[in-house]
T-cell receptor, first 114, second 111 residues
């Protein structure tokens, strides 16, 4: 069990550029989640996949954000036309649909938009 | 609308003593509660959880208490160790799958 991994760990971009983050969940986990955390706040839910199906999206996920999980394994989160307000830590979590379904988090991707 | 609140932004405790972290919630549909610990530049690490059908769950030095009538839960760490210095988040889940987090409490354990 190697845990949830995320890539890159840090991303600095200029306003208006597109960025893409990757998340690899724990291998047997079929549920995958994206959260965003800004300074001094707790993580906020963005979206959730069960296998390859995106089952829930937050109102926080504007039209510039898109997430995919094409084969039910890794997931990508893309932000188009980045804005300074997108600067945050983007966290991925995974869980196994079993019992209370505890979510285990990756190390996060820190995005800075200049 | 902040459904999960951690009203103490920080807590300082002497090594070996008890740390008590508090969390209040407003949504009566929450039925599962979790505590996570977070070090700088890392993702949250799961610590302990409790279902709404219980009022206490214990795991080693960590105990979580749930008071449903007061919509309040607490995390007790006994004895506190310097390695426990981190930010602690309370989280809650309703029938869906998303977690709703509090704002966190920064704990500093002094040697």
């Amino acid at each position: 069990d190697t845990g949830v991994s995320q890539d890159p760990r840090h991303k600095i971009t200029k306003r208006g550029q597109n960025v893409t983050f990757r998340c690899d969940p724990i291998s047997e986990h079929n549920r995958l989640y994206w959260y965003r955390q800004t300074l001094g706040q707790g993580p906020e839910f963005l979206t959730y996949f069960q296998n390859e199906a995106q089952l829930e999206k937050s109102r926080l996920l504007s039209d510039r954000f898109s997430a995919e999980r094409p084969k039910g394994s890794f997931s990508t989160l893309e932000i188009q036309r980045t804005e300074q307000g997108d600067s945050a830590m983007y966290l991925c979590a995974s869980s196994l649909r079993q019992g209370q379904d505890t979510q285990y988090f990756g190390p996060g991707t820190r995005l800075t938009v200049l | 609308d902040q459904q999960v609140k951690q009203n103490s932004p920080s807590l300082s405790v002497q090594e070996g003593r008890i740390s008590i972290l508090n969390c209040d919630y407003t949504n009566s549909m929450f039925d599962y509660f979790l505590w996570y610990k977070k070090y700088p530049a890392e993702g949250p690490t799961f610590l302990i959880s409790i279902s709404s059908i219980k009022d206490k769950n214990e795991d080693g030095r960590f105990t979580v208490f749930l008071n449903k009538s007061a919509k309040h839960l607490s995390l007790h760490i006994v004895p506190s160790q310097p390695g426990d210095s981190a930010v602690y988040f309370c989280a809650a889940k309703a029938a869906g799958n998303k977690l709703t987090f509090g704002g966190g409490t920064r704990v500093l354990v002094k040697p």
